[in-house]
């Protein structure tokens, strides 16, 4: 369990909170859809002209007439497929109509209308993303660039006029006349919305990317990206990256893939060098507990993609910090020079994802991306060393251990949340495990009775009959995930049927749910949207001792209702 303060966890600088709320809100656009990415990634990779299976692939495997028709570009006179979506092309032999493929109309079309209906429905809802699309389409078709600068400003924006319409007559309907109004309203508002996206939002939002992609193109001409580093690494570690990556990174970058096929800016944040680097030199040079967790830590790092698994060793020796600055400015230096880059992003930020991500533009490209994978880490692995190795002796002396407790505590403060990734680091780094078990048993315990206005009592639950039990977190993807895996497993182990767990994010609850389990920083949250609800507060998701105690008590009622 975190043992940090509440007034360190609670109490953050202002700043810093509006930065990381900031950087949420755009991950929470981007991470649904991040498979609509890799499924145009994939796509992208295997049909284009230049891809694998394409006219001019590097392999010499045209498949034709497949890659011709869904990667755009085939002669619809001489390929004679009917039906599908063509365009006036201009060819050697004068205009003829080519087929439209499925690369185009998801970088135009689908994956920013998705986007804006995720922005949408974060903001009010289903109504939210349904205007929040309508609107988008304005801004799309009113440009001739993927608009998804646009649609993560312009999704969130028409839902939030939405919701402030929907309260001019709010509780003034007559009985009768809801539909009528609702549906009306939200039509004639995404017109509107539409419209002013077409002739106003579009320009202004061509003339944003303009100036990003400037800048952008500024520094990569004088050779200063890897500068960017000197900002993305820091915040990485203080989790104030998602604003950047997900706000100006991933938009620019999937116009630049759709121009050249390849951006280095997808590898910016994601190359995962850096954190094994450190994470290698900690194993070599760290001492106690840090020396010893840290091979585990590679593993999930490099191979699972969790960066913040290395965050607690840059807190606990801050100066560190500054070979991962060397690490990550070493890689993109790196594709820099030799032109590497990925297709579509790399999430999580694990080698494999890396490694499909950078395949499609060929395998000098993936050459070039793994080099500077190997290069981050090396540059990372000798400056951290280095460091390591300097105060190795006095944190010996000083009784230090390497003990991550405290930093594993800053972590958690900093992302303003528990971390599953951090729970098993969590436990490797206590000195007495039967201890810290103990004592966040009785923590899970006061949270629990204090969050259940009572309904839990003497670490005992007492309750209705549970059937749904729901794991509920920010994002309903990650921690609440493997949370609901664990107590899965417990339940079926306990030969218990008839019982569902599932995960959700919290603005997805419903009354659907018997029982929520939460983090205890998040309870509050999850009590506001399913108020009927037995609500558990935990520590961690993945080693809370409240688990045994819920399959306890459900196994319990299915034998008094047996």
Known sequence: MTTTSPGVAKDP??????????????SGMIMPNIAAFIAWGFITMLFIPSGFFGPDSPFGWHWYPVSDIIGSGGDQAVIGWQGAMVQLAEGDGGNFFSYVGLVGPMIVYLLPLLIANTGGRMVYGERGGVV???????????????????AMIMGPFAALMTKWMDRIWDGKIKPGFEMLVNNFSAGILGMILAIVGFFVFGPVMLGVSAVLGGAVGWLV??????????????????FLNNAINHGVFTPLGIEQAAETGKSILFLIEANPGPGVGLLLAFTFFGVGAAKASAPGAIIIQFFGGIHEIYF?????????ILALIAGGATGVATNMLLGGGLAFPAAPGSIIAVTFAAIGPGVGNLLVVYLSVILAATVTFLLAGIMLRASRKRDLEAGLGGDLSAAIAQTEANKGKESAALAGLRASAGADARAEYDAEEAYDEAETARATGGLASGGRLETKQISTIVFACDAGMGSSAMGASVLRNKITKAGITGVTVTNKAIANLDASADLVITQNQL???????????VHVSVDNFMNSPKYDEVVEMVRDQHQDGA
């Open 132 to 150: 929040a699309t309508i609107a988008t389409m304005g801004v799309i078709v009113g440009t001739n660039i993927p608009m998804f600068l646009g």
């Open 523 to 533: 309870t509050d949250r999850a009590r506001q949207k399913t108020p009927d609800a």
């Open 13 to 26: 600088g202002r700043a810093r909170v509006a930065v990381q709320r900031f950087g949420t809100f755009l």
């Open 312 to 320: 607690p060793y840059a807190l606990s020796k801050p100066i560190t």
């Open 221 to 238: 001409s004088v050779n200063l990206l890897p500068l960017v580093s000197i900002i993305v690494e820091p915040a990485k570690v203080l």
